[in-house]
């Protein structure tokens, strides 16, 4: 899978393109990443990418010119755009799981007051939200999109049964979970998960999934 993403913010990315699953997923050939900066597709000195609302206004709108041309030229022939916007579709597992299984997805952070609205006549994108709620820009929503599919990758986790139990997340609510030490602060790891049993283990863990939703 290949993932671009447009933003002011390029070196946003740097430190989570180089860090965790989603680092591994680059070094081991599943994905290929790449924060491009939108002020590298402006003309002029300036390098300007936003500009003052025609009919007036409060805050600044991002220019159509720069996002079309970056657009044209980092579009395949596969790609999915997307958009970054408080309006679009919420992302939950199951889109996830829908993105997961494209070639391309070409990611345009939002930014400002908003995106001048040629941009949506001309490219036609699809727009994606973490939730009813606004950010400075959508650069954080951008990154939480890219750990969410990457995971789904095949191969991207070794262990491919935590995959499957992370789809039904929407549907049922995760159990809890302990680790080392047995006994921390006077709180022991419950016994039924040390007898080795693993029916009774996940009885146990169907049980507290409903005490918990």
């Known amino acids: 899978m290949i993932i671009d993403v447009l933003t002011i913010f390029p070196k946003l990315f740097e430190p989570f393109f180089s860090l965790g699953i989603v680092n591994q997923s680059i070094k081991k050939g599943k994905v290929k990443l790449a924060a491009h900066d939108l002020r590298d597709f402006t003309e002029g000195n300036h390098k300007q990418v936003d500009d003052y609302p025609y009919g007036g206004g409060d805050g600044m709108i991002m220019k159509p010119e720069p996002i079309v041309s970056a657009v044209e030229n980092l ?98 609510t995760d159990y809890p979970h302990y680790t080392r030490p047995r006994v921390f602060r006077g709180f022991e790891v419950p016994q039924i998960l040390l007898n080795g049993n693993f029916q009774e283990i996940e009885k146990w863990r169907r049980e507290k999934r409903k005490e918990i939703k």
């Open 75 to 172: 579009r395949l022939e596969n790609t999915r755009l997307m958009i970054t916007s408080p309006v679009g579709r919420i992302l939950d597992q199951d889109y996830a799981i829908e993105l997961s299984l494209e070639e391309h997805l070409l990611i345009i952070c939002g930014r400002y007051r908003g995106i001048d609205n040629r941009v949506m006549e001309i490219l036609n994108p699809e727009f994606f939200s973490l939730g009813k709620f606004v950010l400075s820009g959508g650069e954080i929503a951008a990154i939480t999109l890219i750990e969410t599919v990457i995971r789904l990758i095949p191969g991207v986790i070794e262990n491919s049964s935590s995959i499957f139990e992370d789809a039904y997340i929407s549907e049922m």
